[in-house]
């Protein structure tokens, strides 16, 4: 027999297999959300999308497990070779995961529309968009017509935040 170079687990497959234990592991979770009595008739429950994502998460990591390529390509066919680590971005990746966080922490306090709508328009910016009209016209008018879909077509209640509570209050 002879021995092959090429490994069947690459960075893409890692990466699949990992996002497929996150996708199970979030699957088990949305199994434990509770229902009001009477909504397990319901054809839309506080589970329907969790349920969905949890799909849609194992179809996508199968998918890369599945067509990812067995090796590296050739240095001559390929701009980009996804094992050099020296194309990696580690500062945009941690100033995304700084974003990340303190969107969690300004959730509360800024509420669903202004959090949401700044974390669009930073993460735009980090990405390299510098239009003011795209990061604006990209981010605020999205978010208010999520924020109404969601508010007031399917009567879901999204944390206005201390802020704008506070304001309310004086």
């Not at 070779?81 to 941690?94: A, I, P, Y």
Request: net charge negative; glycine share 8%; charged share 10%.
């Amino acid at each position: 027999m002879q021995s092959s170079n090429f490994s069947l687990l690459n960075r893409d497959r890692v990466s699949g297999l990992i996002f497929l234990v996150v996708c199970f592991v979030y699957g088990y979770q949305t199994t434990q959300i509770q229902l009001f009595p009477g909504d397990e008739y319901e054809a839309f429950t506080a589970r329907t999308l969790p349920y969905l994502l949890t799909a849609a998460g194992i179809v996508m990591s199968l998918l890369l497990i599945v067509m990812s390529p067995n090796s590296s390509c050739p240095s001559n066919s390929c701009e980009f070779d996804s094992s050099d680590e020296k194309h990696m971005n580690w500062k945009l990746l941690g100033a995304f995961i700084v974003l990340m966080t303190a969107y969690g922490f300004g959730l509360t306090w800024l509420g669903f529309v202004l959090a949401t709508s700044l974390f669009l328009m930073v993460g735009f910016w980090l990405l390299g968009e510098r239009r003011k009209a795209v990061l604006f016209g990209a981010s605020f008018p999205f978010v208010i017509l999520f924020w109404l879909l969601l508010t007031q077509a399917l009567d879901i209640y999204l944390e206005p935040g201390y802020l704008f509570l506070s304001l309310l209050g004086s």
